[in-house]
């Protein structure tokens, strides 16, 4: 067993197999073992189809119930499910599609606050026909904004919807509302493979600009 005070989490045994049917199960991951350390910029290459995303479903607990998962993540030296470690472990996650985690019919403050209603386990139906965004919101978002050159173009459109944003800014504004709740661990699932070639290029500059002035001990699994 790794033990560092620079240890994250650890993936061990890590099997992943889907239920095709009960004649020909299909094993997309195979006893992976890894070990993930504070502050690191991990990049995980592969073509199509051979098990990238699955891994980051896997450690963030959303495979289907038709897929077998079978391993450990091991964090602060104890075996817990995928779904403990969601819990422990503050996980920013940014997906392929930059509108699968924004609201388009809410404005771009209202998104920022609207990530801070899921992370805390309420029910959209519970608050949503009551959901305010308040000046005090729009306060602390401008002064995180301030903190960094690369999302000021957000600065005076927290008002607009999202829908006003081009593909690129709407993936800078999911790397924006990820990095508000200062998390331990950024997971990014192919975050450029539906941009243009000048907005990759930026947002790649940006990840590297942001992880070599890390002061925060952020962790990042990109996957590409």
């Known amino acids: 067993m790794t033990c560092s005070k620079n240890l994250l ?13 009960k004649l020909s199960p299909h094993t997309v991951l195979k006893d992976i073992k890894y070990t993930f ?9 592969g073509g199509n189809g051979e098990g990238k995303t699955t891994f980051v479903k896997s450690i963030l607990g959303q495979l289907e119930t038709t897929e077998m998962f079978l391993g450990y993540i091991r964090c602060n030296s104890e075996n817990i499910t995928a779904k403990e470690f969601v819990k422990k472990v503050k996980i920013g996650y940014i ?12 404005s771009i403050g209202e998104n920022f606050v609207f990530r801070s209603k899921l992370r805390e386990n309420k029910t959209i139906q519970s ?16 002064n995180f904004i301030d903190s960094y050159d690369f999302f000021s173009f957000l600065k005076t459109r927290l008002n607009e919807p999202v829908s006003n944003l ?9 790397l924006a509302i990820v990095l508000y709740y ?22 790649w500059k940006i990840l590297l600009e942001l992880h ?13």
């Open 127 to 142: 608050w949503f026909g009551s959901f305010v965004y308040t000046s005090d919101d729009e306060d602390k978002i401008n």
């Open 9 to 21: 989490f650890e993936v061990d045994r890590l099997n992943v197999t889907f239920k095709v049917d």
């Open 182 to 203: 200062k998390p331990d661990l950024i997971i990014m699932d192919e975050p450029t493979s539906k941009l243009d070639i000048d907005h990759k290029q930026e947002f």
């Open 166 to 174: 081009s593909g690129g800014q709407q993936q800078l504004l999911n």
């Open 37 to 45: 350390y504070k502050n690191h910029f991990y990049i995980i290459l």
């Open 212 to 224: 070599c002035s890390n002061d925060k001990q952020i962790t990042y699994i990109i996957t590409t």
């Open 95 to 106: 997906p392929q599609f930059p509108k699968e985690s924004l609201v388009e019919s809410l």
